[in-house]
């Protein structure tokens, strides 16, 4: 009797698993309702399952396996699961992500949501329009004097530490503990210096060369924990899974359950939410002592006036976290990126220095922004490395209307799934004539800068646009300014390249450098 229930279940279940992971993918494929069977497809599994996606990310390098895919066939559309397009045309970056398009945020976003949208995940546009403009003064290009000095108060540090482990000259005998891991440390400038803008918190984690911090459990208790490494692999194990809408619930169970690589990845992100409701939580006890202090989190509190804007709580935490996280990696990858790519470029590396040493003097430690804000090469450097490398180079995936889009001059069906890879953008031959070349003389043209600009998107574009582009340009231009004046450098092996593992952003591995102090007094 018994036998015979337990077979029964196990054939219910065999049952229900053919059913919906074969029947119902081959039905619906036949059935074609929305006509998206006359597409090419990314792999023959894509029409029948997004499984073939979330393989696609766990390799870790998906836009650039996309856009290849893509032009090794010939082909400006791929369908690349049952209902999910990617396109590869610059014409079509205006119809997704344009200030015009209809479409909007994809499922991708409500999956992994918390229990209060934030900007980032917020998809309805109503609510995105008013969480836009509570955090508008704060980001507003006028008011960027205001987190300048915060900028500087970082970059002394970070110039503290680079000062302590210069080598004495360029031809000193090293050895291998010389190594800097540039990356490391500029990751962990970048955290403090969103954390001091957006929370007024001055970490210490230039000071203790690790990413530990604290975090916080609802229940108030708090533990010791690794921001950075926290955050990557709670990128990590989400980027790879979250591609299959209807199942994410179920591989996030399985894969937190079963031991494996998975498990052990999801264990080590899960303080992540902990540490950044620590932060926000730091900031409200500051609030209520009455401290007045001038960050984003005063935005949130209180509109320009200085009236409360009585948000929820969750909401604010939701908000902070969207800062802290969105504001930190990004910007380091594009300051890792462009190091690397200067040195293994030294005539740029040349002229940047010649374009700084006419504006910089000897005694400027950290370069005043006013100073060096408008260098064409400078930025001709920086944008031509957001170019060649996006820190965020994936299709960003947005949803078409329910009465459908047009996208390419092609009518898109209600509810599909459309992306085109920010790497694709900016590696069209059409746009960028040798696009892998690192050519920033190719941003000096003020007429080719115009041509280039609508389909140079590193920050995405319209009104989903990333909302830190001016603090991120802020802290570029001013440390990469500061490094390149101050320091002279070489990859710690010759021809190293710096690893890449692609989640939402383009986590970059270490990159070990040496660093010697320039001029004749050194
Ligand atoms: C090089 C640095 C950065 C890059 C490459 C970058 C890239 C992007 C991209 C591609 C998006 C669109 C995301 C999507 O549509 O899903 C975005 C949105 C966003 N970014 Fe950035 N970002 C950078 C720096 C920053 C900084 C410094 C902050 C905060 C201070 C920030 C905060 C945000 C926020 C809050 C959004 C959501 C905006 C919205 O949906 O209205 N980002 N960013």
Aim: proline share 6%.
């Amino acid at each position: 009797m018994v036998f015979g229930a337990i077979s029964r279940e196990v054939h219910g279940v065999l049952f229900l698993t053919t059913t919906r992971f074969f029947i119902v993918p081959i039905v619906r494929y036949l059935c074609n309702a929305k006509g998206l069977r006359k597409y090419h497809n990314y792999s023959w599994l894509s029409p029948l399952t997004d499984l073939r996606h979330c393989y696609l990310s766990s390799q870790g390098r998906r836009s650039r396996d996309l856009t290849k895919a893509h032009v090794e066939r010939g082909a400006s559309i791929l369908r690349i699961g049952p209902n999910a397009l990617s396109f590869n045309h610059p014409d079509a970056i205006k119809d997704i992500y344009g200030h015009r398009t209809k479409c909007v945020k994809d499922v991708k976003e409500s999956i992994l949501a918390g229990t209060h949208r934030q900007l980032f995940d917020v998809i309805d546009k109503a609510d995105h329009a008013r969480k836009r403009k509570l955090l508008s003064a704060a980001f507003a290009t006028k008011n960027l004097e205001n987190w300048e000095y915060k900028v500087n108060y970082t970059s002394h540090r970070l110039v503290k530490v680079f000062d302590e482990r210069c080598v004495k000259s360029a031809g000193a005998p090293r050895s291998k503990d010389d190594a800097v891991d540039f990356n490391h440390w500029i990751n962990l400038w970048t955290i403090e210096a969103i954390n001091f803008i957006a929370l007024s918190s001055k970490m210490d984690l230039l000071d203790t060369g690790t990413d530990w911090v604290t975090a916080e459990r609802l229940d108030g208790t708090c533990y010791r924990a690794r921001y950075r490494h926290s955050q990557n692999h709670n990128a990590i194990v989400k980027s790879v899974f979250c591609w299959d809408y209807d199942l994410w619930p179920w591989i996030a169970w399985i894969t937190q359950s079963v031991p494996s690589k998975w498990k052990q990845l999801w264990k080590i992100s899960a303080p992540w939410g902990d540490i950044t409701y620590h932060q926000a939580s730091e900031r409200l006890r500051r609030y209520k002592a009455g401290e007045q202090l001038d960050d984003f989190f005063s935005c949130l509190m209180n509109d320009k006036n200085g009236a409360p804007n009585y948000l929820e709580w969750g909401e604010i935490v939701a908000e902070v976290s969207a800062i802290i996280d969105a504001g930190a990696e990004t910007t380091a990858i594009a300051l890792s990126n462009i190091m690397e790519l200067l040195i293994k470029h030294p005539a740029k590396l040349s002229a940047l220095r010649d374009e700084l040493s006419n504006v910089l003097d000897d005694d400027d430690v950290v370069a005043p922004f006013d100073k060096v804000k408008d260098l064409p090469y400078l930025k001709a450097c920086l944008d031509e490395g957001l170019r060649l490398s996006p820190p965020t180079s994936s299709g960003l995936p947005r949803r078409t209307p329910p009465e459908g889009a047009s996208i390419l001059g092609e009518w898109i069906p209600g509810d599909t799934s459309v992306s085109m890879t920010i790497y694709g953008a900016h590696h069209d031959p059409s746009i960028y004539p040798d696009p892998d070349v690192f050519k920033p003389e190719r941003w000096m043209d003020p007429a080719e800068r115009k041509r280039m600009e609508p389909y140079f998107i590193p920050f995405s574009a319209g009104a989903r646009g990333c909302i830190g582009r001016n603090i991120s340009y802020l802290e570029q231009i001013v440390i990469l300014a500061t490094i390149v004046h101050r320091y002279d450098f070489a990859l710690a092996t010759p021809n190293f390249v710096a690893e890449r593992f692609e989640a939402f952003n383009m986590i970059c591995g270490p990159l070990p450098i040496i660093i010697w102090r320039r001029g004749p007094q050194w």
